[in-house]
């Protein structure tokens, strides 16, 4: 693991826990800390916040850690050797309902929107295309799954199993390219308690590949595909090795991508702490979007080092900078690939939680049915945004953010949805009434039994 670290002396370590930075004037409980992240663009926040001094203006003294998976990084929150970490939006909530790990984590940071894509290979790229409807010579955008259903049906006849890859069983990459699938009318798999795989009745097979090698597991040909952040979709464009089909704002416009989780023991002996850590994202945030996207640039030359991300900076520049290469030469406007302030980006809604949820329910995760109440009270154990405006409420009073960056009416929950590549809306205050809308996966008091569905 590469260890980042801000040097700070004695001497200013000394006054820090004496009159320690901004956060309200509040004393800090614990100024030197151990945060982890995963090699993708959008640790951008924490990379950031630490370099453009925002930790250490709250008194932080901060060490980035890189760590070698998502299981990895998750473990070590819950036993305190990270004191908080970038994380997979479903990871707090997986662990909350004690999918793979239960432990108590919480969020009070939204540390993007979109920023995801599906790439396949050359070989089934080559398949799908002549099949594509064409605008100005041009693959005509969004690209449906139902122009991947064949190729599926090929590989099946051919006796080829079709693999594809996602970065975690609790990752929105999992639950974005199921419901891509699934909008195709692909059968992506069901988990029940007893086969975690998720590969049951499945038409393509989802396993869990880290996002770094996803491009040469793609290239070995051991999968097909894979929905994985950035810039590991450029990477394979950059390589001549696949082809990304697909942005995950044209599947759900603006969807939230990763968070900031603390365990829950943390945040209660951390308050100070936890708040400083906010402000100091919060700020790292508004850098990033600020004069449409003015520092972007300057962004990705910071990501780019090995201690980070460590990819070319063409293949970061591709998605960082308010484009987004398909085939190769075939780069394209895409403004909101990743936004990481804009649209009150950084909130944590508890709707959005709920979206997670009510994809675990309708892939097997959940395996048993759960009234709506269910859905919002395991929502609020978890996403806190009062703390986030408790943070941001602090910033505003310095002068440091503007009162109307900030959603200070909203009761958490976003209105109905719609923006979904299968133009079904979705209500987060309504979830089964939405599992009931979506044709493929588990409603009602449907459970997954064995090789099939029951109830």
């Known amino acids: 693991m590469r ?6 002396t004695g001497m200013l370590l000394a006054l820090c826990a004496a009159n320690p930075g901004q956060a309200g004037k509040l004393p800090l409980e614990k100024p030197e800390l151990k945060l982890g992240f995963i090699k993708l663009t959008d640790m951008a926040p924490l990379a950031i916040a630490y370099e453009k001094g925002f930790f250490e203006d709250e008194g932080l003294y901060v060490t980035l850690e890189s760590q070698a998976n998502w299981k990895v990084l998750l473990d070590r929150v819950i036993t305190g050797e990270l004191d908080g970490a970038h994380m997979l939006a479903g990871q707090p909530l997986g662990a909350a309902i004690g999918f793979g790990t239960k432990a108590d984590i919480i969020t009070a940071f939204s540390m993007d929107l979109n920023g995801n894509g599906i790439t396949v290979s050359n070989e089934v790229w080559s398949l799908m ?14 690209i449906k799954a139902e122009y991947l259903k ?13 693999k594809m890859g996602m970065v975690f069983p609790v990752s929105t990459h999992n639950y974005e390219l199921r419901y891509w699938l699934a909008s195709g009318g692909i059968h992506p798999g069901y988990y029940s308690s007893t086969d975690i795989t998720g590969q049951i009745q499945a038409d393509a097979l989802l396993s869990v590949t880290p996002p770094p090698q996803m491009p040469a597991t793609l290239e070995a040909g051991t999968i097909y595909g894979y929905c994985v952040g950035e810039p590991w979709n450029q990477q394979a464009v950059a390589k001549g090795i696949g082809v990304p089909v697909i942005t995950d704002n044209e599947i759900w416009k603006n969807n939230p991508e990763k968070v900031f989780g603390v365990s829950a023991q943390w945040a209660k002996e951390n308050p100070n702490t936890h708040l400083a850590l906010l402000r100091a994202l919060i700020r790292a945030g508004m850098w990033l979007d600020e004069n449409n996207g003015a520092n972007r640039a300057e962004a990705v ?20 900078t308010g484009t987004f290469e398909y085939e190769k030469g075939d780069k394209r406007p895409a403004p909101d690939f990743n936004i990481f302030f804009r649209l009150y980006a950084t909130y944590p809604y508890y709707s959005d939680a709920v979206w997670y949820l009510s994809q675990m329910r309708r892939w097997g995760q959940i395996n048993e049915a759960k009234d709506d109440a269910w859905f919002d009270e395991t929502a609020k154990k978890v996403y806190r945004p009062d703390i986030y405006l408790k943070a941001a409420r602090s910033l505003v009073e310095e002068g440091l953010a503007k009162e109307e960056d900030f959603p200070w009416d909203t009761d958490g929950y976003r209105g109905p949805q719609d923006g979904f590549i299968d133009g079904i809306t979705y209500d987060g205050r309504k979830p089964n009434e939405y599992l009931e809308k979506l044709p493929v996966g588990l409603k009602g008091a449907q459970t997954v039994q064995g090789a099939g569905v029951s109830g």
């Open 301 to 320: 030359k910071i990501l780019s080092r090995s201690d980070y991300v460590g990819a070319d900076e063409e293949v970061l520049a591709n998605s960082m």
């Open 150 to 162: 064949p190729v599926i049906d090929k590989f099946k006849a051919e006796g080829k199993p079709f």
């Open 3 to 8: 260890t980042l670290k801000i040097v700070v």
């Open 129 to 142: 295309k002549p099949h594509l409807p064409m605008e100005d010579g041009k693959p005509k955008h969004p």
